[in-house]
């Protein structure tokens, strides 16, 4: 679908009261996958920027969060920051991705951090980006199971590069970069399959 295309169906969902009231989820919670190709990563970030614009121009409220600065801001709270860069050229890639994991834990520092946000301001819709640039040391489908119980009273759209699937085979996949196929998630919708 071209880029403009995208940007008219995520305008009509988003701005649609089915979507904002949370209707026609069957009690699932309201979490919605926007795929892209990796590819695509700057022109999906300008089309989020849009999409931001349009929506506040039309009087919903949203919540941005990037996974990425919002890590950055935790290493930096803890004052651990300096440090992960002081260690980073002495440590293996695993090693740095196991001290990055334990500081970054979803359950125990980057929900709450979400949680934060959530709770400092009044808003309609949570837009989640940065996956890709966490990628290792956080995944999508951890993040997603952990906010399940923070973030279920408004919708939130997570922008992933790379597809998510459903299958009978399979059952329902994020694969991250169109690669990477081993986080299983079941409960989102992709939100191009979702009616304004």
Not at 86 to 101: A, G
């Amino acid at each position: 679908m071209p880029m403009q295309e995208r940007l008219q169906h995520l305008f009509s969902v988003v701005s649609g009261q089915r979507f904002l009231n949370r209707q026609g989820l069957g009690n699932e919670v309201p979490f919605f996958i926007c795929p892209y190709g990796p590819k695509e990563a700057v022109e999906m970030d300008r089309l989020q920027r849009q999409l931001v614009n349009r929506l506040e121009q039309a009087g919903i409220r949203i919540l941005s969060i990037n996974l990425y600065d919002l890590t950055v801001d935790i290493l930096k709270e803890r004052d651990i920051w300096e440090q992960v860069f002081e260690l980073e050229p002495t440590v293996s890639k695993d090693q740095l991705k196991e001290l990055l994991q334990g500081v970054l834990d979803p359950e125990a520092h980057l929900v709450p951090a979400i949680a934060a946000k959530l709770q400092s301001v009044e808003f309609d819709v949570l837009f989640l980006s940065g996956v890709g640039e966490v990628f290792p040391y956080i995944r999508s489908h951890n993040v997603l199971n952990n906010l399940q119980s923070t973030a279920k009273d408004q919708p939130t759209v997570m922008f992933f590069p790379g597809s998510y699937t459903h299958s009978l085979e399979t059952g329902a996949s994020l694969d991250l970069f169109g690669r990477l196929h081993d986080d299983k998630y079941y409960r989102a919708f992709n939100i191009f399959h979702y009616e304004a």
